[in-house]
């Protein structure tokens, strides 16, 4: 019978290296301070054995486990998971790996699932908090541990800051991207009033709508999906459709665009449609979809970066981070502005 086979150990690289198991201790946690040849030597041979640092041994020595958590609710929608990929990678570049967890559908283990977290021995937990549903998993790990939320919602909670997009202001870019197109109606047809981006969103509406002396009405609200989207586009259809229509999101967007095709209405001839969240394939629909779009990436490395600087007891800055701002994609379903 073969051996079992045995993970290699820093002992194996140092025997292979020719040098201390203190000289490959330097090379894995300051190489700076080991000559270019010893440090190369010891990085060939970490190489030719496949060795991983052992996580557990170097939490007990340093009480650091170089792992954050990340709780988000499972969702699959476009913003919430291409949030979670870009702290993903901005984890990975920062030397950090990450101990995901989704919220069971319906809740209720908000703090078991939080506890759970914290008994991992996480360095700090990121939580993607995009509706009222993640207000409790915040408030079950909130001053324990560092915690940063990725939020449209200002913290709720002590020692909880919070990393965001203005969804407000992509909001306003829209409705001033049309008045500028001539559009005197606009209907927004909003999202699900449980999440902060949907109610933010729905603030920058009315806010637009006021400062440009706009006729306008919210309707909904739907549920991000496209068929919210068509169903309330046809209601309104029935009652008389307005010159541009602004759907909360990309997926609502869609809906809106079948039920003005299935009615024979021209866009953007007839009606102006915009979505939210520039979508993958966005631009592949018919016609081209005009749409906000949101730094994913960008806010998913600010929240991991500004968690690396709590966990690591860098000077706090005055300030958490500024929200990022989102970004108008115009496209063929809206008309060209106006240049007078």
């Known amino acids: 019978m073969s051996p079992t086979p045995r993970r290699p150990s820093m002992g194996d690289v140092a025997a292979r290296a020719d040098v201390s198991y203190q000289t490959v201790s330097r090379v894995l946690n300051d190489p700076g301070i080991v000559r270019p040849a010893t440090r190369d030597r010891v990085l060939e041979a970490i190489a030719a054995l496949g060795y991983t640092p052992n996580r557990a041994a170097r939490t007990l020595k340093t009480t650091r486990s170089s792992l954050v958590g990340v709780l988000n609710d499972g969702s699959s929608l476009f913003g919430p998971a291409e949030t979670t990929s870009a702290i993903e990678a901005a984890a990975r570049e920062a030397g950090y790996s990450l101990l995901l967890t989704s919220l069971p559908p319906g809740g ?16 700090g937990i990121l939580v993607v908090a995009g509706h009222e549903g993640m207000t409790e998993s915040v408030a079950a790990v909130a001053g324990s541990t560092p915690v940063v939320a990725v939020s449209a919602q200002p913290p709720q909670e002590a020692g909880v800051e919070v990393v965001g997009i203005d969804q407000r202001r992509g909001a306003h870019q829209v409705v001033e991207h049309l008045q500028r197109t001539g559009a005197r109606s606009i209907v927004h047809v909003c999202g699900p009033t449980d999440w902060f981006d949907a109610r933010a969103r729905r603030g920058g ?3 637009a709508l006021d400062e440009f002396g706009l006729d306008g009405a919210i309707i909904g609200p739907g549920d ?3 068929r919210s989207g068509y169903e309330l586009t046809g209601d309104l259809i029935r009652s008389g459709p307005p010159e541009a229509i602004f759907a909360a999101n990309d997926m609502m967007a869609i809906g809106v665009l079948h039920a003005l095709h299935e009615h024979g209405l021209r866009i953007p001839e007839d009606v ?12 592949f629909l018919l016609p081209s979809l005009t749409t906000v779009a949101q730094p994913f990436a960008a806010v998913g490395r600010a929240a991991l970066g500004h968690l690396v600087e ?4 860098a000077p706090a800055r005055a300030d958490p981070p500024q929200e990022l701002a989102p970004r108008l994609v115009v496209r063929r379903s809206t008309r060209p502005e106006r240049t007078h």
């Open 108 to 123: 209720d283990g908000e703090r078991q699932v939080g506890a759970e977290l914290l008994g991992s021995g996480v360095d």
């Open 205 to 207: 509406v009315e806010q």
């Open 224 to 226: 991000w999906t496209p």
């Open 272 to 283: 102006a449609v915009v979505g939210f969240d520039n979508t993958l394939g966005a631009e």
């Open 310 to 313: 709590l966990m690591e007891n």
